[in-house]
């Protein structure tokens, strides 16, 4: 690992799977003691992404800046560079670990204070002067975080180019209050739906609610390749595409939802007839919130609304154990905005470093801004017909 020390922190990178392995307990503490709210920033979801994607594509080179005082860390930069070939040249691109392949949202550096702009901007400058780095994409941020006006900072300072993006939408249910008020909110025909179809299931076909409480491998396994089977059923009934397949996915779902049953992260939530699930949902409970992944239903129960009913129960299980937030994540669909009128953003930051970069990044930029405009030009035009 190279090493440096600037103010009284030395900065080292991790470029081999040894060292990241090691880096678990520590990194967990680090995670623990910030701001940060994201199961997709711990250890387990990093790792495994590296082992099952990252490292699989012969251009990409594991990059884990580590910020250390005293020798206990204080910030981690976890990340990967990719060689890339954008118009003709070809270019180092920095990117967080976990940008691609899954919906790893809320990502960025993590540090013991957020509110010290020198963990974010020191780590930077010593990863982009010593790593050879012409773009940094730096992925699924949450809007209002510290970082990107420490970024903005850094390359306002520095004479970079900037860009954001605005990326996905991410609905969300603050947890208020109780499950009944909760109810009162909604609209009258999605609370009569709710409850009418919540009755049905219950107190008609004797349906259970519960989630998988165990550690044991196997069953762990087992309830994911069930979701699988669930999730893909139902897009298959209705001839939809899904990139969330077994084939595609089911190695990594598996092998992460192993680590974080044992963390006591994984919430695989079940509704069941007769001992066999007809509604599954996949999330994520960790530091008072719950992230909802994925869901898996039978078609034959649609006309049940058995997924309506899940997401129901499942809402008010947060409002049971004294949670704070139950995050739809990324997705507009219309069937969450039934939920909750409640939304937050996830952005893309670019930033061109390297004379290349800079140029490539405003190309992009250019290109970004004509395609919106005429995007725009071409809704107008449909809404005076």
């Not at 997709?40 to 495994?48: A, I, N, P, V």
């Not at 899954?102 to 982009?128: F, G």
């Not at 609610?209 to 069930?226: C, H, M, P, S």
């Not at 239903?297 to 129901?312: F, H, N, R, T, Y």
Request: proline share 3%; with cysteine; charged share 25%.
């Amino acid at each position: 690992m190279d090493k440096v020390v600037f103010m009284g922190i030395e900065y080292s990178l991790v470029s081999d799977i040894e060292s990241f392995t090691l880096l678990r307990d520590e990194w967990a503490n680090l995670l623990n003691n910030s701001s940060i709210c994201s199961p997709f920033l711990t250890w387990e979801w990093l790792y495994t992404w590296w082992i099952e994607y990252g490292q699989k594509d012969p251009n990409n080179t594991l990059a884990i800046v580590l910020g250390k005082r005293e020798g206990e860390i204080v910030s981690i930069l976890p990340g990967y560079i990719k060689q890339e070939k954008i118009g003709g040249m070809r270019v180092n691109a920095f990117y967080f670990l976990g940008s691609e392949y899954e919906s790893s949202d809320y990502l960025e550096i993590i540090t013991i204070d957020d509110q010290n702009p020198a963990h974010v901007t020191e780590i930077l400058n010593w990863l982009i002067s010593s790593h050879n780095i012409d773009i940094l994409r730096l992925y699924n941020i949450l809007e209002y975080r510290p970082i990107l006006k420490y970024l903005q900072h850094l390359c306002d300072e520095r004479k970079f180019e900037y860009h954001v993006y605005p990326h996905r939408i991410c609905p969300f249910i603050p947890i208020k209050g109780d499950y009944e008020s909760f109810l009162q909110s909604l609209s009258k025909s999605m609370r009569y739906n709710v409850r009418r179809h919540t009755r049905q299931l219950f107190q008609k076909f004797g349906a259970e609610f519960g989630w998988l409480q165990t550690q044991n491998e196997a069953d762990v396994e087992n309830g994911i390749k069930q979701l699988f089977e669930l999730h893909e059923r139902r897009f298959r009934s209705k001839n939809w595409d899904t990139i969330f397949q077994n084939e595609l996915r089911g190695a990594f779902h598996t092998k992460v939802s192993k680590l974080l049953s044992k963390r006591g992260i994984l919430r695989l939530f079940r509704l069941m007839v007769e001992g066999v699930p007809i509604a599954m949902m996949y999330s994520f409970e960790y530091q008072g919130e719950l992230f909802f992944f994925q869901i898996g239903m039978d078609p034959a129960w649609e006309k049940q609304s058995a997924g309506q009913v899940l997401i129901g129960q499942v809402v008010r299980y947060c409002f049971d154990n004294g949670l704070n937030r139950f995050d739809f994540m990324r997705g507009g669909e219309t069937y969450k905005f039934r939920w909750t009128d409640k939304a937050r953003m996830i952005v893309v930051v670019d930033m061109g470093v390297t004379s290349i970069g800079k140029l490539i990044v405003r190309t992009e930029y250019f290109t970004f801004q004509i395609k919106r405009f005429i995007k725009t030009k071409l809704l107008k035009k449909e809404e005076q017909y």
